[in-house]
């Protein structure tokens, strides 16, 4: 059930929508369907709470309230229909329970209310008829119908906790005592660490565990996995290439010479190095003609 504020919050609200929606929704909790269902209740005709596009759809009135069905979103978005207007909310809720059980009785399996109402022969006009002007004469049996499945309501978590062995049973998955779950910031967020991670032992101190701790996201891991691509290359052996005849005759002649710079002026550099044997007397030589001479 979704809602609006309502007239208590909202200046242009016409009634009560908050009040209404928690009334239809602990009327109607826990209600096994074909499908599950989708409704919302909106205080005036602006409709913030999108009442058209769910199963059923209740619309504030200046006279009372509207009621929209078979509307639905998603993949195949559906308007919903309007089925009655300006009804008092105790008409309204006769209506939805008539609606409800005559959708529980006659829907396939996993079928929505739109896809229903869209294989019903005759759609609305065959629907608004049954359920408004009671025309198979089964109105009251269908509210009969709902009005037993509201009253044998049971909240299944309540039966959980107030139940001594399923307790037990559920305890052995949570963290208890010293243990308490453990968390990693991804994207600048905190999230729930991995699964087999979930929970990290508390220091004694009762500080939260640090990330070391939990074996998640710890800066030395991190830079590891960075290095590691370069140690692989580091390690790797080097692959020597033969060497052409005219490099050959240059390196028996002189010791190698060192590495050349790739820079711009990476061509005459490397010829400096390479074909000029390096002389003591470097520093009165007279500059090279491919190197001009500086002032
Ligand atoms: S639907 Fe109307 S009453 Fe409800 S919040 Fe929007 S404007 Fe306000």
Not at 86 to 113: G, K, Q
Not at 166 to 171: F, I, P, V, Y
Request: net charge positive.
């Amino acid at each position: 059930m979704k809602s609006c504020i309502g007239s208590t919050w909202c200046r242009y609200g016409v009634q009560d929508s908050t009040a209404l929606a928690i009334r239809v929704e602990e009327r109607y909790r826990g209600l096994r369907a074909p499908h599950k269902l989708k409704s919302a209740v909106s205080g005036c005709i602006r409709e913030c709470a999108e009442a058209q596009s769910k199963d059923f759809g209740i619309i504030a009135t200046e006279q009372g309230w509207n009621l929209y069905v078979c509307g639905n979103g998603g993949a195949q978005p559906r308007h919903a229909d309007l089925l009655a207007t300006d009804v008092d909310e105790a008409t309204l809720i006769r209506l939805i329970d008539r609606f409800l059980m005559y959708y529980i009785h006659t829907a396939n399996p996993l079928e929505r209310t739109a896809r229903w109402l869209e294989r019903l022969d005759g759609g609305l006009e065959y629907l608004a008829p049954v359920v408004v002007d009671d025309e198979l004469g089964i109105a009251a049996q269908l509210e009969r119908d709902m009005e037993r499945l509201v009253a044998s309501y049971a909240c299944e978590w309540a039966a959980v906790v107030r139940d001594p062995a399923r307790r037990r049973a559920l305890r052995d998955r949570a963290p208890r005592g010293d243990r308490r779950p453990a968390f990693v910031r991804a994207r600048g967020q905190k999230q729930p660490a991995a699964v087999g991670r979930r929970h990290a032992a508390a220091p004694a101190s009762g500080r939260r565990p640090s990330r070391a701790a939990t074996g998640c996201g710890s800066r030395a891991r991190r830079r590891a996995a960075r290095r590691r691509p370069h140690d692989r290359a580091r390690r790797a052996p080097r692959r020597r290439l033969p060497l052409r005849d005219s490099e050959r005759m240059v390196c028996d002649a002189r010791p190698p010479a060192r590495t050349a710079r790739t820079t711009s002026s990476g061509a005459a550099s490397s010829a400096r190095t390479t074909a000029r044997p390096r002389s003591p007397a470097r520093s009165t030589r007279r500059p090279s003609p491919s190197r001009p001479a500086r002032d």
